[in-house]
């Protein structure tokens, strides 16, 4: 049996294929589970011919589309489109982030299945229960699948990497170019009320055993790795252990990581070590400058331990990529005051993101009936759903202002592609984003 599974392309999204272009590394998990039994193709529309181009040489039986991101719907919905009258045979199964955690949208689609959570098992129990005709969609009802939440990565297949071998060194992320992803852990046991992470595992710390991680690592050819954990370090133990067996392998790679500040503060030895092996640069959820905003995050942490992190990070030579709330009520002075501490701390990769509801999220729950837009597309933390307090024209002039102000500030210090902003890829590309942001109020019909 044919299995196709499609990522979507977001042509029109602020944060462009210019600055960040991946692996569908869900697709690849996906696949691993599938493609022992099954002939798998992963077709990524970002990079790959239309659908119409494959449709002439190809017939896939079951389709898997991919909504990653809530801001994926429209494009997803054409694309369901598009398959539905290219291959009106095949069956249509949704699955990816925005379809396990919210609604929104996906009774617009016209699809068999729709899998809720990680996808591989659920799917390869699908596919034998299609061969053998026992499941079948009945009066146009898309059929509901839910995988029991996983307790640990050994429940399911490694990622299959070789399928899409063909685009593997034109991903990038930003400075690092190529970049494979890689997943050694998932969940956070803490609850901030913008994020959606810890809800996905119920809080619970799911790990990849340290012998998995070194056979994936292996099978990589990419310098360059993005840990895309939820906080890679939340098993310090752990972290030191695989950064001696990484050591001990010999695999030399250039780590991207998530963590929170507090804990490279309160394991500072542990950074040492990987900054040792080659931790090159950590994206820090900063957040704020303000505890009451911190509390109001219920982020538990302090902003002393963000100031101590960085001054760790830049004594182990680990470049600091520090993310920071803009709230819809900031007037022109928390804008400054913003730039001015980002500034004074030396912050090597700004980043900064509108605090977005999304859905799903205790914050979303809150706010659910405050919001000035529903355009799926502007749920990608560069737009604001919650009134401003400044006219929205002020406050996108002033967000734009913020990041060309913070980029410059800090290029003196610029990493060894002059990047003075995290998300800064090619000659233009930082501009179009600029502009995209200042002309954010355009956006809202
Ligand atoms: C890596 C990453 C990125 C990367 C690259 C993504 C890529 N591959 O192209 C970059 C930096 C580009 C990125 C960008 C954005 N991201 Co992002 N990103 C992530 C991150 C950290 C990891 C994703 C990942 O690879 N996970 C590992 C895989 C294996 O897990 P998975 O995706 O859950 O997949 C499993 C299941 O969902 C399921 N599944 C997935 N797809 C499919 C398809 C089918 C058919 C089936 C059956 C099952 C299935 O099975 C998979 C394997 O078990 C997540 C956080 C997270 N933990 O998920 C955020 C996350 C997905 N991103 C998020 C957001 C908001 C964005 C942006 C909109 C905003 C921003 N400012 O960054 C942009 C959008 C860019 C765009 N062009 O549209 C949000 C999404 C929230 C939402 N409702 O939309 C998340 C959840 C983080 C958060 N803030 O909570 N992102
Ligand atoms: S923002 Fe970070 S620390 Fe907070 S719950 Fe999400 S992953 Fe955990």
């Known amino acids: 049996m044919n299995v196709l599974l499609i990522w979507p392309n977001n042509p029109n999204t602020v944060l462009s294929n210019d600055l960040s272009c991946c692996e569908p590394l ?3 998990y996906v696949a691993g589970a599938l493609s022992p039994y099954y002939e798998v193709e992963i077709w990524d529309l970002r990079l790959d011919p239309p659908l119409e181009v494959l449709a002439t040489t190809y017939k896939p039986e079951v389709i898997g589309l991919a909504i990653p991101f809530t801001t994926s719907l429209p494009y997803a919905l054409r694309i369901s489109k598009q398959i539905k009258q290219l291959w009106p045979e ?3 199964v949704l699955g990816g982030h925005h379809a396990t955690v919210s609604d929104m949208w996906i ?8 899998i809720s959570g990680e996808g591989g098992n659920v799917f390869l129990k699908l596919l034998r229960a299609i061969e053998a005709g026992e499941r079948k969609r009945k009066n146009k009802e898309m059929i509901l699948l839910k995988e029991d939440k996983i307790v640990s990565f050994d429940e399911i297949a490694k990622p299959n990497r070789a399928i899409l071998a063909r ?5 990038f992320h930003s400075i690092y170019n190529p970049v494979a992803l890689i997943r050694f852990s998932a969940g956070c046991p803490f609850n901030c009320s913008f994020c959606i992470l810890w809800k ?3 809080r619970k710390y799911i790990v990849k055993n340290n012998q998995r991680i070194l056979e994936e690592m292996a099978e990589i050819t990419s310098k360059n790795l993005y840990v895309v954990d939820d906080e890679a370090f939340i098993q310090p133990e752990r972290m030191r252990i695989l950064a001696q067996d990484i050591l001990t392998s010999g695999i030399k790679k250039r780590y991207h990581m998530y963590l929170r500040a507090d804990t490279a503060v309160r394991h500072h030895t542990i950074i040492e070590k990987w900054a040792h092996i080659g931790l090159d ?6 957040e704020s400058f303000s505890e009451d905003d911190l509390k109001d995050y219920s982020k538990k942490a302090v902003v002393k331990d963000t100031i101590k992190a960085v001054h760790i990070f830049h004594q182990n030579d680990i470049k600091v990529r520090a993310n920071f709330i803009i709230k819809p009520d900031f007037t022109e002075d928390d804008f400054k005051k913003l730039e001015e501490s980002v500034i004074k701390l030396k912050i090597d990769l700004p980043s900064f993101a509108v605090l977005t509801p999304l859905p799903g999220t205790d914050l979303y729950i809150k706010h659910k009936d405050k919001l000035i837009s529903h355009d799926p597309e502007l749920f990608d933390c560069y737009h604001t759903l919650l009134p401003t307090k400044m006219s929205i024209e002020k406050f996108y002039d002033c967000f734009a202002q913020l990041m060309v102000n913070t980029s410059t500030g800090n290029k003196a210090k610029s990493t060894e ?11 233009n590309s930082f501009e179009k984003m600029i502009n995209k942001i200042k002309t954010g109020h355009l956006q809202y019909s």
């Open 200 to 202: 996905l595992t119920d």
């Open 107 to 114: 009774n617009l689609f016209d699809a068999d299945y729709l």
């Open 167 to 171: 685009h593997h060194h034109k991903y």
């Open 90 to 92: 095949a069956s249509l």
């Open 281 to 286: 640069s950590v994206l820090v959820g900063a």
């Open 26 to 28: 869900s697709l690849e």
């Open 417 to 427: 592609s002059d990047a003075p902003m995290f998300y800064f890829s090619n000659d």
